[in-house]
């Protein structure tokens, strides 16, 4: 089973940045990592994916064009730039990993097998 750990996570304010980073025991090729995050009340969502061999990302829709997934394969970690923070990016963020299907990377947290602790992302005005 993969260990994964999240760190990079703390209080940001609006328009500010953060990077998340997730350390991986092992990063397979023709796998996904994924970021998600789940907010007080609300389903584990989706942030960004990454295949770890094509390296093709998906992007929810409120993050597109602010945040940046990428991985390093050989260093085993996979970051999540946050660019332009808004308020309703308050939430504990989630790396996780699983296997493809179909060639593509799942964008539900069913999808994904391996999952970190989470780390507290607060966004302030």
């Known amino acids: 089973q993969v260990q994964l750990v999240e760190s990079g996570g703390g209080s940001g304010q609006t328009g500010g940045s953060l990077t998340l980073t997730c350390a991986a025991s092992?990063?397979?090729?023709?796998?996904?990592m994924g970021w998600f995050r789940q907010a007080p009340g609300k389903e584990r969502e989706v942030v960004a994916t990454?295949?770890?061999?094509?390296?093709?990302?998906h992007y929810a829709g409120s993050v597109k064009g602010r945040f940046t997934i990428s991985q390093d394969f050989a260093g085993k970690t996979v970051n999540l730039q946050m660019n332009s923070l808004k308020l309703e990016d308050t939430a504990v963020y989630y790396c996780?990993?699983?296997?493809?299907?179909?060639?593509?990377?799942?964008?539900?947290?069913?999808?994904?097998?391996?999952w970190g602790q989470g780390t507290q992302v607060t966004v302030s005005s």
């Open positions: 996780a990993s699983g296997p493809r299907s179909g060639g593509m990377c799942y964008t539900t947290p069913s999808g994904y097998s391996a």
């Open positions: 092992a990063i397979y090729s023709y796998f996904c």
């Open positions: 990454i295949d770890t061999s094509s390296e093709a990302t």
